[in-house]
């Protein structure tokens, strides 16, 4: 079964350090899309990124950082320089084709605090 | 401004009542998710609709009802069969059925009581 675990609950840094929050993924398709959402204290989800499985090639967003293996089936996403703004919840997901339509798996989230 | 509206952003119920949340977008996307987030849970999928007039149960189901009559708005009901109805109820859209990208609205936190 289609299934994403975010192992790390929650993690909490001091400003200017780095993190990693990790993804671990499972899935029958040979086809397949993974994304990082972010969700700040207000409750929407913002989309950060998109990543399909037949590139592995590590992307960079400004502070931004995304590396995707697909030999150990992770997507982990690294924040460089963290700043107070980027607490949130953070979601991995994973795409699904079931019946004809799109779904997407989520993970169930991992809570970064950023410290002044 | 495109996007996707949710109202009330809190919404507060007695047990055995209906309660409707709205979800509209101005994006004419074609297909819109309704999500149930729980604290430690993720996002589970409720029901989503690919085009006007046609809608599938996700996961959990049991004890809500959608509709879709417009391209812009999919309203989820949440019937007095929900057993556990307390929970923030997410709306999402994406493009078209063959689009991952979903783009969420704010979010209805409701309380049942």
């Known amino acids: 079964a289609q299934k994403v675990t975010q192992a790390q609950t929650e993690i909490s840094v001091v400003e200017k350090e780095d993190v990693t929050l990790d993804c671990v993924y499972e899935?029958?398709?040979?086809?397949?899309?993974l994304f990082w959402y972010k969700q700040p204290p207000s409750g929407e989800l913002v989309f950060l990124i998109r990543?399909?499985?037949?590139?592995?090639q590590n992307e960079i967003s400004g502070r931004y950082s995304w590396n995707f293996q697909k030999s150990t089936s992770s997507f982990n996403f690294t924040i460089t320089a963290s700043q107070v703004v980027d607490s949130a919840v953070y979601f991995c997901a994973l795409s699904e084709f079931f019946g004809g339509y799109n779904k997407l798996i989520f993970g169930a989230g991992t809570r970064l605090a950023v410290h002044p | 401004d495109g996007g996707i509206t949710q109202s009330p952003k809190y919404l507060f119920r007695k047990e055995g009542q209906n309660v409707t949340l709205s979800c509209e977008q101005n994006?004419?996307?074609?297909?819109m998710y309704w999500y149930r987030q729980d604290p430690g849970q993720g996002l589970r999928l409720i029901y989503y609709s690919q085009i006007v007039n046609d809608f599938q149960k996700g996961d959990i189901a049991e004890g809500y009802s959608v509709s879709r009559e417009k391209k812009e708005s999919f309203p989820l009901t949440v019937t007095s069969a929900q057993k556990n109805p307390t929970a923030f109820y997410l709306c999402?859209?994406?493009?078209?059925?063959?689009?991952?990208?979903?783009?969420f609205g704010p979010g209805t936190r409701l309380t049942v009581t």
């Open positions: 999402a859209s994406s493009k078209d059925r063959g689009t991952y990208e979903q783009y």
């Open positions: 990543r399909n499985s037949f590139d592995e």
């Open positions: 899935t029958r398709d040979t086809t397949y899309y």
């Open positions: 994006l004419n996307h074609d297909a």
